[in-house]
T-cell receptor
Framework: EDKVVQSPLSLVVHEGDTVTLNCSYE??????LLWYKQEKKAPTFLFML????IEKKSGRLSSILDKKELFSILNITATQTGDSAIYLC??????????FGAGTILRVKS | NAGVMQNPRHLVRRRGQEARLRCSPM?????VYWYRQLPEEGLKFMVY????????ESGMPKERFSAEFPKEGPSILRIQQVVRGDSAAYFC???????????FGSGTQLSVL
């Protein structure tokens, strides 16, 4: 059965810290790995990763995929209180079916 | 360009009643997906629809649940004879084409008393 496992389940850091969120996946007909940020409502898209070893960056966030080890990480540098959210990782099968992990709850303290 | 619109935001039903959840995809999107999020769990795929067609319903419970996406109007997720275990957040997502990035709505929180 397809599964996506995220770690840690929750994390509390101080503003300015750097965090690394982990995601391992086992998804048949794998097409891509996606990261979403969820703040009480709609998950908002962060990254889509399809190739190994190519880092994607957006401001203080970056992510990379390892298709050999079936693993991805999401890095957030210089964290801010506005980064507090649930970060969801999902493996995508061809046909847009997403298999989500349970998420990592990040809380950034000021 | 409005995002994916779901209504209602919150829905309260008593056991045995019917729940109807609506989703209007983003403009230009003809592919709709429904996901369910139980407390402290990740989102679980339910069904994938394209206009007037169900493409993949492998995540739908076999009984009481149905979904449609008519030629005109929003997609509807219908739950008949709701039970307490149906209480969850139901998210809709849309994409312009198959294998394109999904955009999510804000969800409908269903509470069954």
């Amino acid at each position: 059965e397809d599964k996506v496992v995220q770690s840690p389940l929750s994390l509390v850091v101080h503003e300015g810290d750097t965090v690394t969120l982990n995601c391992s996946y086992e998804v048949t007909n794998f097409r891509s790995l996606l990261w979403y940020k969820q703040e009480k409502k709609a998950p908002t898209f962060l990254f889509m990763l399809t190739s190994s070893g190519i880092e994607k960056k957006s401001g203080r966030l970056s992510s990379i995929l390892d298709k050999k080890e079936l693993f991805s990480i999401l890095n957030i540098t210089a964290t801010q209180t506005g980064d507090s959210a649930i970060y969801l990782c999902a493996g995508e099968e061809y046909g847009n079916k997403l298999v989500f992990g349970a998420g990592t709850i990040l809380r950034v303290k000021s | 360009n409005a995002g994916v619109m779901q209504n209602p935001r919150h829905l309260v039903r008593r056991r045995g009643q019917e729940a109807r959840l609506r989703c209007s995809p983003m403009k230009g999107h003809s592919h709709v997906y429904w996901y369910r999020q139980l407390p402290e769990e990740g989102l679980k795929f339910m069904v994938y629809l394209q206009k007037e067609n169900i493409i993949d319903e492998s995540g739908m419970p076999k009984e009481r649940f149905s979904a449609e996406f008519p030629k005109e109007g929003p997609s509807i997720l219908r739950i008949q004879q709701v039970v307490r275990g149906d209480s969850a957040a139901y998210f809709c997502a849309s994409s312009p084409m198959r294998d394109e990035k999904l955009f999510f709505g804000s969800g409908t929180q269903l509470s069954v008393l």
